[in-house]
T-cell receptor
Framework: DGGITQSPKYLFRKEGQNVTLSCEQNLNHDAMYWYRQDPGQGLRLIYYSQIVNDFQKGDIAEGYSVSREKKESFPLTVTSAQKNPTAFYLC???????????FGDGTRLSIL | KQEVTQIPAALSVPEGENLVLNCSFTDSAIYNLQWFRQDPGKGLTSLLLIQSSQREQTSGRLNASLDKSSGRSTLYIAASQPGDSATYLCAVERDRDDKIIFGKGTRLHILP
């Protein structure tokens, strides 16, 4: 089935450690997005990419990094500079503007 | 700055009732508006997308309307069922290929 796969489902980070969240899609979508969701809050955009080898910062990019080396993949690294990383992270993709976004099932990141 | 507000934050209604969820946005210059559903611990599922030139969209028991001039959208759910229990989020896209701004959602509980 076509869709977006996020892994792992749960992730734990130690102090000073970088961790990478995986997002893979087989929908042949050009645009991909990373969002952060905190309890009772809406989604906040971290980074997005409209095309391979290009990406833009969202509203809360500090402490995060991304790459877009392949159309299918858009991994997110949560660096040690992100002091409050505990949240639910959602990856999304869409074909073009004015088409709905498709979301993965998320990764829940916690601090040890 | 575009802001999206959803009121109420939570709503409980008996099964079988028709209901309306509200979404308001501060800047009427939008490209499109989407309604999503989110089940606990899961990603978002797109329900309806209304382009700026449209007034409404329908899918099964769901009907979404858009009034750009007043900065409002409503999601109408007919003959509610327990399976409709979820959080419903509204999101606006400011311009083509631009960032998508999400509301905080309305948590809906349908009472059997």
């Amino acid at each position: 089935d076509g869709g977006i796969t996020q892994s792992p489902k749960y992730l734990f980070r130690k102090e000073g450690q970088n961790v990478t969240l995986s997002c893979e899609q087989n929908l042949n979508h050009d645009a991909m997005y990373w969002y952060r969701q905190d309890p009772g809050q809406g989604l906040r955009l971290i980074y997005y990419s409209q095309i391979v080898n290009d990406f833009q910062k969202g509203d809360i990019a500090e402490g995060y990094s991304v790459s877009r080396e392949k159309k299918e993949s858009f991994p997110l690294t949560v660096t040690s500079a992100q002091k409050n990383p505990t949240a639910f992270y959602l990856c999304a993709s869409r074909l073009i503007s004015n088409q709905p976004q498709h979301f993965g099932d998320g990764t829940r990141l916690s601090i040890l | 700055k575009q802001e999206v507000t959803q009121i109420p934050a939570a709503l409980s209604v008996p099964e079988g009732e028709n209901l309306v969820l509200n979404c308001s946005f501060t800047d009427s210059a939008i490209y499109n508006l989407q309604w999503f559903r989110q089940d606990p611990g899961k990603g978002l599922t797109s329900l309806l997308l209304i382009q700026s030139s449209q007034r409404e969209q329908t899918s099964g028991r769901l009907n979404a309307s858009l009034d750009k001039s007043s900065g409002r959208s409503t999601l109408y759910i007919a003959a509610s069922q327990p399976g409709d229990s979820a959080t419903y989020l509204c999101a606006v896209e400011r311009d083509r290929d631009d960032k998508i701004i999400f509301g905080k959602g309305t948590r809906l509980h349908i009472l059997p």
